[in-house]
């Protein structure tokens, strides 16, 4: 039985309405990084914070997952091995599809966390500043993403599920993030065959063993089909 592990970017969620951030109208043509997406940014403006990602949960929600999403829920109850989704993606379109063997790296913006105790608790609406942590009661709730300079989540689990991946697929990436661009080469380490699925080239493409170009929802139901077809 094989491991599939499967890296997933803004890309597999752009056919669903959902703005990248590198594209030249993306999210970080519109917003300084330093201001909505550190620590920093945060500690100087908690207000533009909040609502940056008051406005992005709210596109989420309107969202809906398109037709790679489901395909990769197809192939997690499909494949005899395990199929492991690792996404950079703060959306919930996985879960919505199908997914359950889902790593959120990047965090989630249907969660909220604790500044002071760590606590993590579900959101639907929009967040406020100085909201209470529902556990220690701290005004010191912060949208749940990993901001530029913290340490994305289950990295343990991602090196050690790719330590022993037979496949690995990068869908929708730019390759320009790390530690999640460095995923390709730790899955050739441990020997796996690896495939970028995108719309170009990323900025490590050319560490891939193979390349398939299109958009996801074309590409990716396609690739789950021959997967599924080889066993």
Aim: overall charge negative; proline content about 5%.
């Amino acid at each position: 039985m094989s491991t599939i592990v499967i890296l997933t970017g803004a890309g597999i969620s752009a056919e669903s309405g959902i703005e990248t951030f590198r594209a030249e109208t993306g999210l970080w043509a519109q917003h300084r990084v330093e201001d909505v997406a550190t620590p920093e940014g945060f500690a100087k403006d908690p207000k533009r914070v909040v609502d940056f990602y008051n406005g992005r949960r709210a596109q989420a929600a309107k969202a809906v997952p398109n037709a790679a999403h489901e395909a990769l829920a197809r192939l997690e109850a499909a494949h005899d091995g395990e199929v492991l989704v690792v996404t950079q993606n703060v959306d919930d379109l996985h879960e919505r599809g199908g997914s359950h063997n889902l790593i959120h790296m990047h965090g989630a913006l249907n969660s909220a966390l604790c500044g002071v105790c760590e606590h993590r608790w579900p959101v639907t609406s929009d967040m406020h500043v100085g909201q209470e942590c529902p556990a220690c009661g701290a005004p010191a709730a912060r949208p749940d993403i990993v901001w530029f300079g913290e340490m994305p989540h289950q990295m343990d689990r991602i090196f050690d599920v790719l330590g022993r991946a037979d496949f690995f697929a990068a869908i929708g990436t730019s390759g320009n993030v790390y530690p999640a661009a460095g995923f390709v080469a730790e899955a050739t380490r441990a020997g796996a065959h690896t495939v970028e699925i995108n719309m170009a080239p990323s900025a490590v493409g050319s560490e891939f063993d193979a390349a398939i170009m299109g958009p996801a929802t074309q590409t990716v139901p396609a690739w789950v089909d021959q997967i599924l077809k080889n066993g």
